[in-house]
């Protein structure tokens, strides 16, 4: 599985930025596809996910404010992000997956993006 993220970038606080991620060589409906992140001297961090079968997960601190899409005749998988805070710069990364269990980390993973919010 290969994995394209696009879409960071810098941003004010308040502002929004939209994630992307094509997926490639695999089932793509098949599969569980999230977003992580890791911020500096964090850990990854599981932010949002979207099951094959349609569930949709976020984290606390982004529900209300992030919302995760996929298109499996397109093989991609988004990330609309409003309301951004400072504490959302990390960078971002695209994973997909067989288990549907986020807290692990597992699968394949994209690039990464960097989202940086200035305050």
């Known amino acids: 599985v290969q994995l394209q993220a696009s879409g960071g970038g810098l941003v004010q606080a308040g502002g929004s930025l939209r994630l992307s991620c094509v997926a490639s060589?695999?089932?793509?409906?098949?599969?569980?596809m999230g977003w992580y992140r890791q911020a500096p001297g964090k850990q990854r961090e599981f932010v949002a996910g979207?099951?094959?079968?349609?569930?949709?997960d976020y984290a606390d601190s982004v529900k209300g404010r992030f919302t995760i899409s996929r298109d499996n005749a397109k093989n991609t998988v988004s990330l609309q992000m409003i309301s951004l805070k400072p504490e959302d710069t990390a960078v971002y990364y695209c994973?997909?997956?067989?288990?549907?269990?986020?807290?692990?980390?597992?699968?394949?993973w994209g690039q990464g993006t960097l989202v940086t919010v200035s305050s």
């Open positions: 060589g695999s089932p793509f409906s098949s599969r569980a």
């Open positions: 994973n997909s997956r067989l288990t549907q269990h986020w807290n692990v980390q597992a699968g394949y």
């Open positions: 979207a099951t094959n079968g349609g569930r949709l």
